[in-house]
């Protein structure tokens, strides 16, 4: 997924209402974030992530509530190398949202920031 790939699919989302133009913003500065951690020009399978985080922020924002992911599946996250840099992405979110999010939107967002840092971890 590259950025332009990225913003069709958020314009779209938001021109249906789906995401508010914070969401867009934030999801947009975590995607450069994650592209410069990596130091890559193109995201592999990230688009569940970038699909995910806008739609959790306006969920979050609208004050909608949802239920984590497993315990278990988020054992095994937590057992990733790549879980440090995940949950540092997940502070750089929050503090691009400006607010505190839902222990269980952060758990999502680190299990999908883990995935995709695993899948592009060497990639070049």
């Known amino acids: 997924m590259e950025l332009q790939e990225l913003e069709n699919r958020l314009n779209i989302l938001l021109e249906q209402e789906v ?3 914070h969401a867009y913003a934030v999801t947009i500065d975590a995607y450069k974030e994650v592209i410069n ?3 890559i020009e ?10 995910h985080l806008p739609m959790a922020l306006t ?6 509530e949802v239920e984590g992911p ?8 937590k057992n990733s190398s790549n879980y440090p840099k995940a949950k ?18 952060k758990d999502f967002l680190k299990l999908h ?3 995709v840092l695993n899948i ?3 990639v070049k």
């Open 19 to 21: 995401i508010d133009e």
């Open 37 to 39: 951690l990596l130091n």
């Open 42 to 51: 193109r995201l592999e399978q990230g688009e569940m992530l970038f699909t």
């Open 59 to 64: 969920r979050i924002g609208n004050g909608e």
């Open 70 to 77: 497993d315990s278990g599946m988020m054992q095994e996250v």
């Open 88 to 105: 540092s992405l997940l502070g750089f979110v929050e503090r691009n949202w400006v607010k505190s999010l839902p222990q269980e939107e």
């Open 113 to 115: 920031f883990t995935n």
């Open 120 to 122: 592009n971890e060497g």
